[in-house]
C-alpha cells in the first residue's frame, strides 16, 4: 500500500515537473518573441528611470531634517553663545545641502562623455546592468548612512549610476523602436515615469521617513532596483557571448556636440530645464514667507503638475504621429509656455494659486522633451550612424548642467537679487530661445548621410538607420530616400534634386563588405 502511494506521489511530482518545465519553456519562447522583448525592455528602462528620479528626489524631505538632527545632537556637545556663529554655522548648512544635492548632477556631468563612448564601444545592455548595480549599491548606502561624508558618497555613486542608466536605457528604447511614431511613444511613456518619479518622491519619502524611519525609503527603492537588474540580467543577458561585427561604429561625442542641430536640441533641453531646476531648491523658503504656507503644501507643491506633464506628454505623441514635420514648433511652443509661466510665479499670493504656473511649467517641458528626444536620434539617423549612447549622453549633460547649477546658483541669485528677478530671468531666457528651434524646421526633410563606413545587412536591421539603408537598396531605381515622405534634402538643408539624383549618389558609393 505504501509502495503505491509512494509510486503515485513520483508519478504527480514528475508531471507538475514536466508542466512548470513547459511552462518555463513557454515563458522563455514568449521572451524571445522580439515584439514582446521590447516591451519587456521598454518596462527595465522606464523601472530604472523611475528609480533613478525618484532617488534623486526621495532625499528632499529626508536630508536636511536629518542633518539638521545630526547638527542639533552635535550642538548639545558643543553649546555656542555667539549668535553671529550661529548664523554663520546656520549659512554653511545650507551651502553643505546645496552641494549635497548638485554632487549627483556634477559627477553626472563629468561621467556621461566617457559613458556615452563606452555605451557606443559595447553597446546598451551591460550599461544598463552597471547602471542599476551601482543604483542599487547608492541607495543601500543611504540607508545605513549617519553622516554627511557617508551621505555625500552615496549622492556621488548615485551620479555614476545614472551616467550609465539613464543614457544606455533611453538609447536603448531609440535604437529598439525604429519608427519615428512608436518611437516618440516609446520615448513618451518614459518620460511619464521619469515624472512620476520626481513628483511623487518627496511626499513618498516623507511620509515614509515620518512614519517609519529614515531606512524604510531607500530599502523600498532598493527592492524595487534589484529586481530590475534581475529581470535585465534574464531578458537582455548583458554578458552572454555574442558578436558585434554588424554594430556600426559610432560617432564620437566631440564630433556630435559641434553638430549644429545637436547643439540646438542640447540647449533647449538645459533651458526648458532651468525653471524646475533652480524653484525646487528655492520655492520652499519663497512660499513659508509670501504664503505662510504648512508643511504639507510645502511637500504637495509639484505633485498636482505630474497630470498636466502626463497630458503635455500626450498631446505631443499625437500630435507629432500626424504632423511629425512640426516637432520643432512643439518645443517652441513648450518653451514659451514654461517662460509665461515662470513670470507668474512671483505673482501668485496663494497655494492655490501657484499650482497653476507649476503646472504650465511641467506641461510646457513635457511638449519640449516630448518633441526634442525623439528629434536626437532622428538627426543621428540621418546625419551620422544610428548608434545612440553618444547623442542621450548629450542630452543628459544638457539636463544634468541645468540642476547641477540649481541647488548651487538658485539660492545665491535670490539672495543677491531676489525671487522675483530670478522667475522673470528664468522665463525671458526660455522665450527669447524658442526662435532657435526654427534652425529644425527643415529636419525632416533630412535624407541619410552616407559618410559613414557602410555595415552588413544581412542579419537584418537592427536600428533606425539600418532599415533605412536596406529600403534604399530594394529601391534605388525609383531615385528617391525611403525616410518619409518629404522632399530628399542632404544633412545642409540643399535639396537633393538641384545637384543630382539621390539614387545617382548612392549607386556612385561602392557598398564596403
Given at each position: ?100 544635492f548638485a554632487s549627483k548632477a556634477i559627477v553626472q556631468l563629468i561621467v556621461n562623455p566617457l559613458t556615452g563612448t563606452f555605451i557606443d564601444r559595447v553597446g546598451y545592455d551591460i550599461p544598463l546592468f552597471i547602471g542599476l548595480s551601482i543604483m542599487f549599491v547608492s541607495t543601500c548606502i543611504f540607508a545605513f548612512a549617519d553622516n554627511y561624508t557617508t551621505l555625500f558618497v552615496a549622492r556621488s555613486l548615485q551620479g555614476l549610476g545614472s551616467a550609465f542608466a539613464d543614457t544606455s536605457g533611453i538609447a536603448m528604447i531609440a535604437d529598439k523602436f525604429t519608427e519615428e511614431a512608436e518611437r516618440s511613444r516609446a520615448l513618451g511613456i518614459a518620460l511619464a515615469f521619469i ?319
Amino acid at each position: 500500500m505504501a509502495t503505491e502511494e509512494t509510486g503515485g506521489l513520483a508519478q504527480t511530482a514528475t508531471v507538475k515537473l514536466s508542466e512548470m518545465g513547459e511552462r518555463t519553456k513557454q515563458l522563455g519562447t514568449a521572451i524571445q518573441d522580439p515584439e514582446r522583448q521590447r516591451r519587456i525592455i521598454l518596462i527595465i528602462v522606464c523601472v530604472a528611470l523611475l528609480l533613478d528620479n525618484m532617488l534623486y528626489m526621495v532625499i528632499v524631505p529626508i536630508v536636511p531634517d536629518y542633518l539638521a538632527r545630526l547638527e542639533s545632537e552635535s550642538e548639545q556637545v558643543h553649546v555656542t553663545a555667539n549668535s553671529s556663529t550661529n548664523r554663520t554655522q546656520n549659512e554653511n548648512f545650507d551651502v553643505q545641502i546645496g552641494v549635497l544635492f548638485a554632487s549627483k548632477a556634477i559627477v553626472q556631468l563629468i561621467v556621461n562623455p566617457l559613458t556615452g563612448t563606452f555605451i557606443d564601444r559595447v553597446g546598451y545592455d551591460i550599461p544598463l546592468f552597471i547602471g542599476l548595480s551601482i543604483m542599487f549599491v547608492s541607495t543601500c548606502i543611504f540607508a545605513f548612512a549617519d553622516n554627511y561624508t557617508t551621505l555625500f558618497v552615496a549622492r556621488s555613486l548615485q551620479g555614476l549610476g545614472s551616467a550609465f542608466a539613464d543614457t544606455s536605457g533611453i538609447a536603448m528604447i531609440a535604437d529598439k523602436f525604429t519608427e519615428e511614431a512608436e518611437r516618440s511613444r516609446a520615448l513618451g511613456i518614459a518620460l511619464a515615469f521619469i515624472s512620476f518619479g520626481s513628483l511623487a518622491a518627496p511626499p513618498f519619502g516623507g511620509v515614509l521617513y515620518e512614519f517609519a524611519g529614515k531606512r524604510v525609503p531607500f530599502f523600498v527603492l532598493a527592492s524595487i532596483c534589484l529586481a530590475d537588474g534581475i529581470l535585465c540580467m534574464t531578458v537582455l543577458k548583458p554578458f552572454s557571448s555574442r558578436t558585434r561585427e554588424n554594430m556600426p561604429v559610432g560617432t564620437p561625442i566631440y564630433k556630435l556636440m559641434i553638430d549644429p542641430y545637436i547643439a540646438v536640441v542640447a540647449g533647449a533641453l538645459t533651458t526648458c530645464n532651468i525653471p524646475l531646476a533652480f524653484l525646487e531648491p528655492t520655492i520652499a523658503n519663497w512660499m513659508e514667507e509670501t504664503m505662510d504656507s504648512s508643511e504639507w503644501e510645502i511637500g504637495l507643491t509639484w505633485l498636482p503638475a505630474f497630470f498636466p506633464h502626463v497630458l503635455g506628454v500626450y498631446i505631443t505623441v499625437k500630435l507629432a504621429a500626424q504632423y511629425p514635420h512640426l516637432q520643432w514648433f512643439y518645443g517652441a511652443l513648450g518653451m514659451v509656455i514654461i517662460g509665461a509661466s515662470s513670470c507668474i510665479v512671483p505673482a501668485c499670493k496663494s497655494f492655490e494659486q501657484l499650482i497653476i504656473p507649476l503646472c504650465g511649467i511641467c506641461f510646457g517641458i513635457a511638449l519640449v522633451d516630448t518633441a526634442l528626444l525623439p528629434t536626437l536620434a532622428f538627426l543621428v539617423d540621418v546625419r551620422h550612424v544610428s548608434v545612440y549612447g553618444g547623442v542621450y549622453a548629450i542630452a543628459d549633460i544638457s539636463y544634468c548642467v541645468a540642476y547641477a547649477l540649481g541647488p548651487i546658483v538658485a539660492g545665491k541669485i535670490v539672495h543677491d537679487l531676489g525671487f522675483v528677478q530670478l522667475n522673470l530671468g528664468m522665463g525671458l531666457a526660455n522665450v527669447l530661445y524658442a526662435p532657435a528651434l526654427l534652425l529644425l524646421r527643415n529636419v525632416c526633410l533630412m535624407k541619410p548621410s552616407h559618410s559613414e563606413r557602410n555595415m552588413l545587412l544581412e542579419e537584418g536591421a537592427t536600428g533606425l538607420y539600418d532599415t533605412i539603408r536596406m529600403e534604399e537598396r530594394q529601391r534605388k531605381k525609383h531615385g528617391y530616400s525611403s525616410s518619409g515622405n518629404c522632399v530628399p534634402i542632404d544633412e545642409n538643408g540643399i535639396f537633393a534634386g538641384q545637384s543630382k539624383s539621390f539614387s545617382e549618389e548612392h549607386t556612385s558609393e561602392p557598398d564596403h563588405i
